[in-house]
């Protein structure tokens, strides 16, 4: 048994069972042995692979449609370039390098910064960076970022926000929580906890004894923090995550250690723990603060970014081993069978701005 697993044993056993958000939030951010605060989960060597580690060609395209987003909004200047959730500093680098060649102007003007709660992690994040790194400022939350407009972006951010689960159980739907059974074991079971009816998907009348609802308003929080300061200062932001665009009933809580699925309650603090993210909720949160958001499957944002023509120029100097390589990334990033369906991305902006491939969106 883990160090972790055995506090958490033991908070239970002397308190009750603790809510599936409260494990959540214990497993990845726990000061001394959580996930993040211990671990390097990022790549081949870590536990999971995200899009900026597949390609820089994804770094590339998100830095294209922050720097169109900014030229759509009047080019205002000073202005927060920003990333939330850098993870290991990869996709800043990307962008960064792809804007100063692009529009050397636009970095001059902007102010960078990463909202990393993880010391260790901006350790890694500076080492990645490199000589950009000089010009960028950290920061714990996006509260302390200066009152400027704001583009900022985050990707694979939201699935590991804790979410809250609800379990159908005597007809009704109560919290799941995490208790330890007879033997010292941890286990689900229905808390006290119940849920506004008006919180439900949909199809949860017709839901199953035993069947899962999740709610996730630490996120629609977040969103809300972040459409606020868009709203005041202007700016734009867009969101990557795998979810889906209609919530419905169903238990997407899941752990991930190196690069293969694990019981969520195996060995916390050692595994990835997240859950699929919930798009229209998001969008609901950023429209309550005035803004327009607009939803695409990442297959369709990067394909309408310009993925295929990128792909083709990079392959145009590459020997048949470099254009098999760029081919595979393309697939991973944007085939239906890969992240292209299951990864969906979120842009918000002020009602008066359109921007590629978001144009016509309503």
């Known amino acids: 048994m883990t160090d972790l697993k055995q506090r958490i044993a033991d908070l239970v056993a002397a308190s009750g069972p603790i809510s599936v958000a409260e494990y959540m939030a214990l497993c990845l951010f726990d000061p001394k042995q959580g996930y993040y605060t211990t671990r390097e989960p990022f790549g081949v060597a870590g536990d999971f692979t995200t899009a900026p580690e597949i390609s820089q060609m994804f770094g590339e395209l998100v830095a294209i449609w922050l720097r169109t987003a900014w030229d759509a909004a009047g080019r205002p200047s000073p202005f927060v370039l920003a990333e939330i959730g850098p993870g290991r500093g990869t996709l800043m680098k990307d962008m960064l390098r792809t804007l100063s060649r692009l529009d050397p102007a636009f970095v001059s003007q902007a102010r960078l910064a990463l909202i990393e709660t993880s010391p260790r992690l901006a350790e890694v994040q500076r080492a990645t960076l490199g000589d950009f790194a000089t010009d960028i400022e950290w920061h714990p939350t996006i509260d302390t970022l200066p009152q400027l407009p704001l583009f900022i972006v985050g990707n694979e951010l939201f699935d590991a926000i804790p979410t809250r689960q ?69 700016g734009a932001g867009l969101f990557i995550d795998y979810g889906y665009f209609t919530p419905s009933v169903g238990d997407t809580l899941q752990a991930l250690r190196k690069h293969r699925y694990e019981d969520v309650l195996a060995s916390p603090g050692l595994a990835d723990i997240t859950s699929h993210v919930d798009f229209q909720a998001l969008a609901t949160a950023a429209r309550s603060h005035g803004l327009a958001a607009h939803l695409a499957t990442q297959g369709d944002f990067l394909l309408g970014m310009g993925l295929l023509e990128r792909a083709g120029r990079l392959g145009a100097n590459a020997d048949a081993v470099g254009r098999e390589k760029i081919h595979s990334e393309v697939e991973r990033l944007a085939g239906p069978d890969a992240m292209g369906n299951l990864f969906k991305v979120l842009a918000v902006t002020p009602p008066e701005i359109r921007v590629p491939p978001f144009a016509n969106a309503d």
Request: glycine share 10%.
């Open 166 to 234: 609800f379990v159908r159980a005597g007809g009704v739907w109560r919290e799941r929580a995490v208790a330890v059974d007879d033997a010292g074991n941890l286990q689900f079971v229905a808390g006290a906890g119940s849920l506004d009816p008006s919180l439900l998907p949909p199809d949860a009348h017709q839901a199953p004894e035993g069947a899962i609802v999740e709610i996730a308003p630490a996120r629609s929080a977040l969103m809300e923090t972040i459409a606020a300061r868009i709203t005041a200062s202007g």
